[in-house]
């Protein structure tokens, strides 16, 4: 399935929040600035942190077989992680 279609076919797991949303979020947040292809976690970590992208993007890549594989871009005002992220 392409990344485009995961976002077709499932429109509510990839909301765009909006300035009051991330206004929420913000008095909870750290604000931090990644560099381009820094990693910001990989499978089977158990402590997924949650991520708002405010400007930029974040990739997520399938690198379990031979060739990596872009599995999805998570825009600005979209974010990383859903209620299967936990503090375990």
């Known amino acids: 399935m392409s990344e485009q279609n995961f976002k077709e076919k499932y429109p509510a797991?990839?909301?765009k929040l909006d300035d009051g949303q991330i206004a929420a979020i913000a008095e909870f947040a750290e604000?931090?600035?990644y560099r381009d292809g820094e990693?910001?976690?990989?499978?089977r970590e158990?402590?997924?942190k949650f991520h708002?992208?405010?400007s930029g993007e974040i990739e997520i890549?399938?690198?379990s077989g031979?060739?990596?594989?872009r599995m999805l871009v998570h825009e600005a005002r979209e974010f990383t992680g859903?209620?299967?992220n936990r503090n375990s």
């Open 13 to 15: 797991a990839f909301p």
């Open 31 to 33: 604000c931090k600035t």
């Open 39 to 43: 990693v910001l976690f990989r499978a």
């Open 46 to 48: 158990v402590e997924l």
């Open 52 to 54: 708002v992208i405010k």
């Open 61 to 63: 890549v399938d690198r």
């Open 66 to 69: 031979d060739e990596s594989r």
């Open 82 to 84: 859903d209620v299967a």
